[in-house]
């Protein structure tokens, strides 16, 4: 009986397994994904502003290289490569820094210095809201005409300086501001000035040409009409083999060394009555080539001609001061001749000093002279200080 029910009890349980086995399964849920997540928009990529900012090329080049950014300033609009005061604030200061192109100039700036540099054009987008701006000095850098914007000074109204020395223009840039009071344009190549580029500026004082290749044909009566305050006009160091034919009427300084001027126009003066100082210093000048009187002229105090060709003193006026007649081929001096006053009336009026010539600088070295000075001569100009032979 024992054995019988251990049997019993071993077969239910094989039933209950088996049963158990053939029972279907609980299917099991379907594994299913969150869904993704939508990814956001890419952001626009940021259109090419209308205006890029001035960078510096990359391409290998024998310059040196721009010079290290300095520390920042306190004006955010401060061009890194350039140098913002604190306490010159409407300054910016580019100069030497070796350069290539110009920074993007702030509107807050009145004085711009970008000279020694290597600058070869000026583009209007680094200027187009320099609109204040009254002083720039560009000299000594690479610019040539055909780089120059043609509306840039359309841009900069207000410039009232404007230096541009030892670049590579090779005409007068066009377009220039009436409100200009000075330029500067003093060794560069030009040997054009295009029609009435100097009809409308009535407003400048100075205007320095000198060291370019002007030639005679470059110049003609209307070359310099419009300017009616200029003061000082400088056409030394060119290729001119006659005067101007005219010169701005109200003129002070006239500089025309350095040329191969052999004569000059009768009466060529008698229409400049403010002219001061007057150069012709290293021409082709004889006495032939000078009227008789041509330097007669009563607001003359100083007179440069030195280097030419000339045989004798030419006659001054009694006003004049300084008298500069270095290397020429003056073998003598005769006092009665050169006097500008005769010397009988000099020894009578002797204690008025209207009366007796202001003559006290005179440079006659590098000629055929020797000393002593001739009495007459002394006794004419009695208000000599130096006398060089």
């Known amino acids: 009986m024992m ?10 349980l094989l039933t209950a397994v088996v049963e158990c086995q053939r029972r279907p399964s609980r299917p099991k849920p379907p594994r299913t994904r969150p869904p993704k997540q939508p990814k956001p928009p890419k952001p626009p990529k940021p259109t090419r502003a209308a205006f890029s900012e ?14 290290p950014p300095g520390p920042r300033s306190v004006f955010s609009d401060c061009p890194r490569e350039c140098m ?8 910016l200061y580019c100069d030497s820094r070796n350069l290539r192109v110009v920074p993007l100039i702030p509107p807050r700036i009145e004085y711009l210095y970008l000279q020694n540099n290597f600058i070869e054009s000026l583009p209007g987008l680094s200027f187009r809201n320099a609109t204040e701006l009254k002083w720039i000095n560009l000299d000594n850098n690479r610019i040539s005409s055909r780089n ?3 509306d840039l000074f359309t841009i900069l109204k207000k410039v009232l300086f404007l230096y541009m020395a030892r670049n590579r223009l090779d005409e007068v840039p066009a377009n220039l501001p009436p409100s200009l009071e000075q330029l500067r344009l003093a060794r560069n190549q030009i040997s054009k000035i295009p029609p009435g580029t100097f009809s409308h500026l009535g407003n400048l ?5 000198h060291h370019n290749k002007l030639l005679d044909n470059v110049l003609n009566k209307n070359t310099f009409k419009g300017l009616k305050s200029l003061m000082q006009l400088n056409l030394a160091h060119n290729s001119l083999r006659k005067m101007p034919p005219t010169v701005p009427p109200h003129i002070f300084q006239l500089f025309l060394d350095k040329n191969s001027i052999s004569q000059i126009p009768n009466n060529y003066f008698k229409k400049l009555h403010q002219l001061t100082f007057l150069r012709l210093n290293f021409n082709q000048l004889t006495d032939k080539g000078i ?9 003359l105090l100083g007179l440069h001609l ?3 060709k000339l045989n004798s003193i030419p006659v001054i006026n009694p006003k004049l001061e300084h008298l500069y007649l270095s290397y020429n081929h003056i073998e003598r001096i005769n006092g009665s001749e050169v006097c500008p006053r005769p010397l009988t009336s000099i020894a009578l009026n002797s204690h008025d000093l209207e009366a007796v010539p202001r003559l006290r600088y005179l440079r006659l070295d590098g000629n055929a002279l020797a000393p002593p000075i001739p ?15």
Not at 3 to 12: E, I, T
Not at 291 to 299: D, L, R, W, Y
């Open 291 to 299: 009227p008789n009187g041509i330097f007669n002229v009563s607001t």
């Open 84 to 91: 913002c005061p604190p306490d010159h604030p409407n300054a």
């Open 205 to 209: 004082t100075l205007l320095d040409l």
């Open 375 to 389: 009495i007459d001569f002394m006794l004419c100009f009695r208000l000599l200080q130096a006398i060089v032979i």
């Open 148 to 150: 120059v914007d043609k």
């Open 54 to 67: 001035p960078v510096e090329p990359q391409h290998l080049t024998t310059l040196p290289p721009p010079l």
């Open 306 to 308: 030195s280097n030419n």
């Open 3 to 12: 054995h019988l029910g251990y049997f019993l009890s071993v077969g239910l």
